[in-house]
């Protein structure tokens, strides 16, 4: 059984960085593209970026040049550094990872989610 799981939101003020981490762990045999999804509250769940194995990251136009996307493959651990916050990027963030288990089976993972509020 393979799981994703989320750490690092909390409460920031507009302007200010949080750093998100989403750990793989289980019967993983290889992790390839990660992605970072956010829904805020009454809204549909939008993808934020995501990152191929190979380390090639793709935004949306929202969060173009204040979100980073990174990843750690000897630690199965993906990031979304978030700096110049903005109240609009209130949402829960949710990871999800593409990866083949040790049985060879292909299949999408999501995490819980961590939720980030950005307020003053």
């Known amino acids: 059984q393979v799981q994703l799981v989320e750490s690092g939101g909390g409460l920031v003020q507009p302007g200010g960085s949080l750093r998100l981490s989403c750990a793989a762990s289980?019967?993983?045999?290889?992790?390839?593209?990660m992605y970072w999804y956010r829904q805020a509250p009454g809204k549909q769940r939008d993808l934020v970026g995501s990152i191929t194995r190979a380390g090639s990251a793709n935004y949306v136009d929202s969060v173009k040049g204040r979100f980073t996307v990174s990843r750690d493959n000897a630690k199965n651990t993906m990031y979304l550094q978030m700096n110049s916050l903005k109240p609009e990027d209130t949402a829960v963030y949710i990871c999800k990872a593409a990866i083949k288990d040790r049985l060879i089976v292909a299949y999408d993972i999501w995490g819980q989610g961590t939720q980030v509020t950005v307020s003053s």
């Open positions: 289980g019967s993983i045999f290889s992790i390839y593209t």
